[in-house]
């Protein structure tokens, strides 16, 4: 039952005389052992196991069997520890309605095939059961051995010091030295513990031997206690039916104490499953009809929520990381627009390539500016690099389109994992078809670039309306003015004679001359003319591809937005309605997958319990 777990006992020694479960020789318990006893009102006793949820033990040996066979599974033949639990429901007419962990025993030097650390293995794990604050805490200690050494008292005042929830248990009263007892300790004069010590009288190991019934221990063990000269006057808090009814007494004082904060915990975990249920939806019944109109609900919901998802209309928006159409600005605004920025610096021209350009395009006669040709060449190919990641901007959409399909959270459509399946592959199609057309569209735009070189756009440097010529130009006379002076002032010798027929030392008439394929080769020395043109085709080129790479970054992002993006939302429901609403196997699409079955009717068993704890705890009158 849900509400038990708040409130469960642990035991950190035996506890077989409280359920009617025989011990065995050696370490008997090296497994925990969540006993869950439950009162009935059938006439014998049998339990089940949370292994064998299908299989009821009528034979409490066969109970015993099956604890060692578990044990034996998971924690090996020898004498080796687990920390996962066996769970046992025992369901009897002789029992008070509790829950008891029975944990493994301190021990202080490995044996057999015990590990180094098992003492610290042990500690742990009853560490982890008895630190809750709403476990009560049973310390069994022998009364023949110093309390002064006890394990369990030592664990339970480190978790629980003012001992609010610590019972003090004390068994083999009846082993004692002669002359030797533990009253003093059962009535809290020794150690004094606010809940108080019980003792208890267990089955000698003649007694397992023999098989002794249960029935007739607990009986030995009261006349025990009452025929006892020393325990005679606290033998109405002694014994094991005691110790179950103080059980049973403390579990509803602490139930009583804390009762306001449970009934909060099973209001809210109510709240909280009938929530998963309604994601999970009701159990798909009825004709064709009804699954039509299941199957049309969940496209539309589904479609409803890939837009939201895009255009950032999404109830659960997160603060943590980016998602949808929030994905897609980022691939626009920083890879895409980052990527066009930097091919400015990845391809540029170098100084050989603008002479080579400007010399080819200006043919047999040197040109006075900058050659038309030379500039339309060189800008043509820098908006060609442009094409690439144009290109693979709709690539990456298209793949940040395709995750938001595949990954959308909807509840309705994770029960259904065929349909989800359908869902995604049809999602994924008509997605795809809108990135051939944008590509298109972008590579269209590039070459409407390409096909015409406005050097009258009004953002040009070298339009009609700009002065980078002018000032080109300026500089370019005032540079060969200093040339011609230069030039004159070094040539003043040689008379009229020698400038008309030329000096003696002149080349000799009757030399041939021979040019190579080889020979064609530009000087080295970059003439002042061609500095001044480089410099002023580098300033051309730069204004325009930024022209260029502007319209080409905001056309290819409308191309993309425009095809891939919002036809395909377009479109995505229409295409969901055709290929899956009108699919002639959709009892098939809406087959549920086992975990979702299995998931619903847990939660709905845990619903049920939820609430027949509430209205137990509405109407038991707990007493003051």
């Given at each position: 039952?849900?509400?038990?777990?708040?409130?469960?006992?642990?035991?950190?020694?035996?506890?077989?005389?409280l359920?009617?479960?025989?011990?065995?020789?050696?370490?008997?318990?090296?497994?925990?052992?969540i006993?869950?006893?439950?009162?009935?009102?059938?006439?014998?006793?049998w339990?089940?196991?949370?292994?064998?949820?299908?299989?009821?033990?009528?034979?409490?040996?066969?109970?015993?069997r099956?604890?060692?066979?578990?044990?034996?599974?998971?924690?090996?033949?020898?004498?080796?520890?687990?920390?996962?639990?066996?769970?046992?429901?025992?369901?009897?007419?002789?029992?008070?309605?509790?829950?008891?962990?029975?944990?493994?025993?301190?021990?202080?030097?490995?044996?057999?095939?015990?590990?180094?650390?098992?003492?610290?293995?042990?500690?742990?794990?009853?560490?982890?059961?008895?630190?809750?604050?709403?476990?009560?805490i049973?310390?069994?200690?022998?009364?023949?051995?110093?309390?002064?050494?006890?394990?369990?008292?030592?664990?339970?005042?480190?978790?629980?010091?003012?001992?609010?929830?610590?019972?003090?248990?004390?068994?083999?009263?009846?082993?004692?030295?002669?002359?030797t007892?533990?009253?003093?300790?059962?009535?809290?004069?020794?150690?004094?513990l606010?809940?108080g010590?019980?003792?208890?009288?267990?089955?000698?190991?003649?007694?397992?031997?023999?098989?002794?019934?249960?029935?007739?221990?607990?009986?030995?063990?009261?006349?025990?206690?009452?025929?006892?000269?020393?325990?005679?006057?606290?033998?109405?808090?002694?014994?094991?039916?005691?110790?179950?009814?103080?059980?049973?007494?403390?579990?509803?004082?602490?139930?009583?104490?804390?009762?306001?904060?449970?009934?909060t915990?099973?209001?809210?975990?109510?709240?909280?499953?009938?929530?998963?249920?309604?994601?999970?939806?009701?159990?798909?019944?009825?004709?064709?009809?009804?699954?039509?109109?299941?199957?049309?609900?969940?496209?539309?919901?589904?479609?409803?929520?890939?837009?939201?998802?895009?255009?950032g209309?999404?109830?659960?928006?997160?603060?943590?990381?980016?998602?949808?159409?929030?994905?897609?600005r980022?691939?626009?605004?920083?890879?895409?627009?980052?990527?066009?920025?930097?091919l400015?610096?990845e391809?540029?021209?170098?100084?050989?390539?603008?002479r080579?350009?400007?010399?080819?395009?200006?043919?047999?006669?040197?040109?006075?500016?900058?050659?038309?040709?030379?500039?339309?060449?060189?800008?043509?190919?820098?908006?060609?690099?442009?094409?690439?990641?144009?290109?693979?901007?709709?690539?990456?959409?298209?793949?940040?389109?395709?995750?938001?399909?595949?990954?959308?959270?909807?509840?309705?459509?994770?029960?259904?994992?065929?349909?989800?399946?359908?869902?995604?592959?049809?999602?994924?199609?008509?997605?795809?078809k809108?990135?051939?057309?944008?590509?298109?569209?972008?590579?269209?735009?590039?070459?409407?670039?390409?096909?015409?070189?406005?050097?009258?756009?009004?953002?040009?440097?070298?339009?009609?309306?700009?002065?980078?010529?002018?000032?080109?130009?300026?500089?370019?006379?005032?540079?060969?003015?200093?040339?011609?002076?230069?030039?004159?002032?070094?040539?003043?010798?040689?008379?009229?004679?020698?400038?008309?027929?030329?000096?003696?030392?002149?080349?000799?008439?009757?030399?041939?001359?021979?040019?190579?394929?080889?020979?064609?080769?530009?000087?080295?020395?970059v003439?002042?003319?061609?500095?001044?043109?480089i410099?002023?085709?580098?300033?051309?080129?730069?204004?325009?591809?930024?022209?260029?790479?502007?319209?080409?970054?905001?056309?290819?992002?409308?191309?993309?937005?425009?095809?891939?993006?919002?036809?395909?939302?377009?479109?995505?429901?229409?295409?969901?309605?055709?290929?899956?609403?009108?699919?002639?196997?959709?009892?098939?699409?809406?087959?549920e997958?086992?975990?979702?079955?299995?998931?619903?009717?847990?939660?709905?068993?845990?619903?049920?319990?939820?609430?027949?704890?509430?209205?137990?705890?509405?109407?038991?009158?707990?007493?003051?």
């Open positions: 039952v849900f509400f038990v777990v708040f409130f469960f006992v642990v035991v950190v020694a035996a506890v077989e005389s359920c009617g479960l025989m011990p065995s020789k050696g370490i008997c318990t090296r497994r925990p052992l006993l869950q006893l439950l009162p009935t009102d059938t006439s014998e006793p339990g089940v196991f949370a292994h064998l949820p299908n299989q009821q033990y009528h034979d409490f040996h066969e109970i015993r099956e604890i060692e066979r578990e044990t034996e599974r998971v924690a090996g033949k020898g004498k080796g520890v687990s920390k996962d639990p066996i769970i046992l429901r025992v369901h009897s007419s002789n029992v008070l309605p509790l829950t008891l962990v029975d944990t493994p025993g301190m021990t202080r030097v490995p044996v057999g095939d015990q590990p180094t650390d098992i003492e610290e293995q042990i500690r742990s794990m009853v560490h982890s059961f008895v630190e809750s604050k709403n476990a009560i049973l310390a069994v200690h022998p009364a023949n051995q110093d309390i002064a050494t006890s394990d369990g008292l030592k664990m339970a005042r480190e978790v629980d010091p003012k001992g609010l929830r610590t019972v003090g248990v004390l068994t083999k009263l009846d082993l004692m030295d002669s002359g007892d533990a009253l003093n300790l059962l009535t809290g004069r020794t150690l004094p606010r809940l010590f019980v003792g208890v009288v267990n089955r000698s190991q003649k007694d397992i031997n023999n098989q002794t019934p249960i029935a007739d221990s607990l009986k030995s063990e009261r006349v025990f206690f009452e025929t006892n000269p020393i325990y005679s006057a606290v033998a109405g808090h002694c014994g094991t039916s005691y110790l179950a009814s103080r059980c049973s007494q403390i579990l509803a004082e602490q139930i009583r104490n804390t009762l306001p904060e449970v009934q915990n099973i209001r809210n975990r109510i709240k909280k499953v009938k929530e998963e249920l309604a994601e999970l939806g009701e159990e798909v019944v009825g004709d064709g009809t009804d699954k039509k109109w299941m199957a049309l609900q969940i496209l539309n919901t589904y479609t409803n929520k890939f837009r939201d998802a895009i255009e209309t999404r109830a659960d928006i997160s603060s943590t990381k980016l998602h949808g159409g929030a994905r897609i980022y691939i626009f605004d920083d890879v895409y627009r980052k990527k066009l920025e930097a400015k610096e391809h540029c021209f170098s100084t050989e390539q603008y080579l350009a400007i010399r080819n395009a200006a043919g047999p006669r040197p040109a006075l500016i900058v050659p038309q040709g030379a500039f339309e060449v060189l800008a043509k190919k820098q908006i060609e690099v442009l094409r690439e990641p144009s290109l693979q901007c709709a690539e990456l959409i298209l793949a940040e389109l395709h995750r938001i399909a595949s990954n959308l959270n909807l509840p309705e459509l994770s029960r259904f994992p065929r349909l989800h399946e359908n869902v995604v592959e049809v999602a994924s199609k008509v997605l795809t809108g990135l051939k057309p944008s590509q298109k569209m972008i590579s269209d735009l590039i070459d409407c670039e390409l096909a015409y070189i406005n050097t009258n756009h009004e953002d040009f440097v070298g339009s009609t309306g700009g002065n980078l010529l002018t000032e080109g130009l300026q500089k370019h006379a005032s540079s060969a003015r200093s040339r011609r002076t230069s030039s004159s002032s070094s040539s003043s010798g040689g008379g009229f004679f020698s400038r008309i027929f030329g000096s003696s030392n002149a080349p000799s008439q009757d030399a041939t001359m021979q040019v190579n394929d080889d020979d064609f080769q530009m000087d080295r020395n003439s002042s003319r061609e500095q001044v043109q410099s002023l085709l580098k300033d051309l080129l730069e204004s325009y591809f930024s022209i260029a790479r502007k319209n080409i970054q905001d056309g290819s992002t409308k191309a993309i937005w425009h095809f891939l993006v919002n036809k395909g939302t377009e479109e995505l429901h229409r295409a969901l309605v055709t290929e899956i609403y009108s699919h002639s196997t959709l009892d098939t699409l809406l087959y997958s086992e975990h979702v079955q299995r998931h619903r009717r847990q939660l709905q068993v845990e619903l049920d319990t939820l609430k027949d704890a509430k209205r137990v705890m509405q109407r038991v009158d707990w007493p003051a």
